[in-house]
């Protein structure tokens, strides 16, 4: 049984938060949250899964978050072109992790059934919850379906030896998180199962969310599935950068060799 390397791979960022942005009941609401976006990538030898797919500099002119690197792009230092990758895992289809589908044509989508019933159903009426998601992206995934490229899962799934998936739901109806078996222990790509380490390890609730006891719920599952608390690894966090050592480019950060420093909670 091999090892698994993994990566996050920022692709871009958000400065203009506030910590009311991040966290429900929060003491500190209007002071600065800047937010990471990242994607990740699993290797083993030759074969590649990637871990959502960013969005794209036209999604970041519609909403006024502009990106710093192509999701493809960001790729190139680890001589990967867009065209290489030939399996996605999607967490869930909110546009900052599914809004670069189209940019990987060649690829076949692991998405939790419950995540596509949700983003195509009547909850998809109410603004609120509707937000998140881009239509276009959604339906690129309804093409996948149509051309025999998505496998979807109910639950716990294997996508390879050392990588499997849970569902979780809680800020989405399907979102899930990704176990991978690496040299440091069994590591968990938590997405957004938590946003930050601060709504894990103080048990704050990200605001954005569709079911709050998912949520919390979905904390002690995250600490479950980790080796250690340490190996779990939150979406968006710009500590990430600062804990894990960094990787073959200034915006990756290698993480399957465990942390180098500390999480401050």
């Known amino acids: 049984?091999?090892?698994?390397?993994?990566?996050?791979?920022?692709?871009?960022?958000?400065?203009?938060?506030?910590r009311g942005d991040s966290f429900v009941f929060d003491d500190n609401h209007d002071q600065p949250h800047p937010m990471d976006y990242f994607m990740w990538l699993l290797r083993q030898g030759d074969r590649l899964i990637l871990v959502d797919t960013g969005y794209d500099t036209e999604e970041g002119a519609r909403r006024d978050r502009p990106i710093r690197l192509d999701p493809g792009a960001a790729l190139a230092p680890f001589?990967?072109?867009?065209?290489?990758?030939?399996?996605v895992i999607v967490t869930h289809l909110?546009?900052?992790?599914?809004?670069?589908?189209?940019?990987?044509?060649?690829?076949t989508l692991h998405l939790q059934a419950a995540e596509m019933a949700y983003a195509t159903?009547?909850?998809?009426?109410?603004?609120?919850?509707?937000?998140?998601?881009?239509?276009?992206h959604v339906c690129e995934a309804v093409r996948r379906v149509y051309s025999g490229r998505v496998v979807f899962h109910e639950g716990d799934g294997e996508i390879a030896d050392g990588v499997t998936v849970h569902c979780l739901g809680g800020h989405s109806r399907g979102l899930q998180a990704?176990?991978?078996?690496?040299?440091?222990?069994?590591?968990?790509?938590?997405?957004?199962?938590?946003?930050?380490?601060?709504?894990?390890?103080?048990?704050?609730?990200?605001?954005?969310?569709?079911?709050?006891?998912?949520?919390?719920?979905?904390?002690?599952?995250?600490?479950?599935?980790?080796s250690r608390p340490e190996l779990i690894v939150p979406g968006h966090d710009p500590l990430v950068r600062h804990i894990f050592p960094e990787g073959p480019a200034p915006h990756i950060s290698r993480l399957d060799r465990g942390p180098t420093g500390t999480i401050p909670f």
Not at 1 to 18: G, L, P, Q, T
Not at 121 to 136: Q, V
């Open 1 to 18: 049984m091999s090892d698994w390397d993994v990566f996050a791979i920022k692709y871009a960022d958000r400065n203009s938060r506030i």
């Open 79 to 87: 001589g990967v072109t867009p065209e290489d990758i030939d399996e």
């Open 94 to 107: 909110h546009y900052d992790h599914a809004g670069g589908l189209h940019l990987f044509p060649n690829a």
């Open 121 to 136: 159903g009547p909850c998809m009426c109410h603004d609120t919850l509707r937000m998140p998601f881009t239509a276009d």
């Open 178 to 226: 990704v176990r991978v078996r690496t040299s440091a222990g069994w590591l968990v790509l938590a997405s957004d199962a938590t946003h930050f380490y601060e709504n894990l390890w103080l048990q704050k609730p990200f605001p954005i969310v569709v079911d709050l006891e998912d949520m919390l719920r979905g904390f002690s599952t995250l600490k479950r599935l980790a």
